[in-house]
C-alpha cells in the first residue's frame, strides 16, 4: 500500500509505497507464536534526501525490531505481543518536519457492527423466519472467513460468508467468529425468537400454571417479569426473576409454576416481559 514520499525541510508530503515483503496473508503466520517473538518484515520506500529518515512506531501490542519506536532504518521487524496492534511510519527531514503516518492495524480482525434484519441486534430479536443476521468487520485487520453455530435453542443456518439466514424453532443463540490467518477474532451473538418464547399451561387453572419458556438462556438472561394480575390489576403472584437470576434457577428447568389454589375463581392476567417485550395473557381460574 502507499507509504512516503518527501521534500527537505517541508511539512507537507505526498505518499509513496509502504510495503509488507511477506507474508501475503495479511501479515500472519499463526496467531500462537506471536507472543515467542515470531515476526514478519515490513518495508517502506520512498526518495529520501540527504539527512531524512523513516520512523516507525507500534502501537497496542506491537513492537518494531523489539521496541514501540525505531529510528532511521527501511525495514523492520514486526511482531505481537497480544491478539492484534498497529504499526505505523513517516518520513522526518532533516529540519525535523514530518510526514503524515502512514498506519495499518495489524493480527486477528475486529467485529464493528451487527444487524438482524438491517436494523439493530435486541435481547432477543423477535422476527419471522427466516432472519437476516449480519456482521460487519474493519477494513484491516481484514477478517477472511465467518464461522456460524447453534448455541442454544433449535433452528437452522443457511450461512454466506460474514451473513447467515436463520430459521428459529421458537428460539436460537447463534455466535458468530470472524478470523484470518493470524487466528480466531472477534465473536458475537445473536439471540432469534420467532415466537413470544413461552407457554402458559393449563388454561383454565385450578391447582397450579405453568409458565414454560422455549429455552433456559432465553428465561435465564432475558425474563424481566412474570406477574399473575386479578381484574383490577393487582398483583396477586408474583415470581421474584432478581432472585431467581442471582440463584442461577434457570440453570435446571425453564419453567415457573404459580400455585393458584387459594385464588378466587374468575379471570386474571399473566404478564410475561422478556428483553424488551412485553405480553400480557388471560388466564382463567376455575
Do not use: M
Request: hydrophobic share 35%; with cysteine.
Amino acid at each position: 500500500f502507499w507509504g512516503l514520499a518527501e521534500r527537505p525541510c517541508i511539512a507537507t508530503y505526498h505518499i509513496g509505497r509502504w510495503r509488507k515483503t511477506r507474508p501475503s496473508d495479511g501479515f500472519c503466520t499463526k496467531l500462537q507464536n506471536y507472543p515467542n517473538g515470531n515476526s514478519n518484515t515490513f518495508s517502506a520506500s520512498a526518495p529520501l534526501w540527504s539527512g531524512s529518515y523513516y520512523h516507525w512506531e507500534g502501537l497496542n501490542g506491537a513492537l518494531v525490531n523489539g521496541s514501540t519506536s525505531v529510528y532511521g532504518v527501511a525495514s523492520v521487524n514486526v511482531s505481537l505481543t497480544s491478539n492484534r496492534g498497529t504499526v505505523r511510519v513517516r518520513t522526518v527531514d532533516q529540519c525535523g518536519n514530518a510526514s503524515a503516518w502512514n498506519e495499518r492495524q495489524i493480527g486477528v480482525p475486529v467485529i464493528t457492527s451487527a444487524t438482524v434484519n438491517g436494523g439493530p441486534p435486541q435481547y432477543p430479536n423477535y422476527v419471522g423466519n427466516p432472519a437476516q443476521v449480519y456482521v460487519f468487520t474493519a477494513d484491516t485487520p481484514q477478517a477472511t472467513s465467518c464461522s456460524w453455530s447453534i448455541l442454544n435453542g433449535n433452528g437452522s443456518l443457511y450461512p454466506s460468508s460474514f451473513s447467515c439466514q436463520v430459521y428459529a424453532y421458537d428460539f436460537a443463540q447463534v455466535f458468530a467468529q470472524v478470523s484470518n490467518g493470524c487466528g480466531l477474532g472477534d465473536s458475537f451473538t445473536f439471540y432469534i425468537s420467532s415466537s413470544s418464547g413461552y407457554l402458559a399451561y393449563p388454561n383454565p387453572a385450578n391447582e397450579e400454571l405453568t409458565v414454560e419458556f422455549s429455552d433456559q438462556v432465553l428465561a435465564g438472561q432475558f425474563l424481566e417479569e412474570a406477574t399473575l394480575y386479578d381484574g383490577s390489576n393487582v398483583p396477586v403472584k408474583n415470581f421474584n426473576v432478581t432472585k431467581a437470576k442471582e440463584q442461577k434457577y434457570f440453570n435446571g428447568t425453564k419453567s415457573v409454576k404459580f400455585d393458584v389454589k387459594d385464588l378466587i375463581k374468575g379471570t386474571y392476567f399473566l404478564h410475561i416481559r422478556i428483553g424488551q417485550s412485553t405480553y400480557k395473557e388471560q388466564i382463567f381460574i376455575k
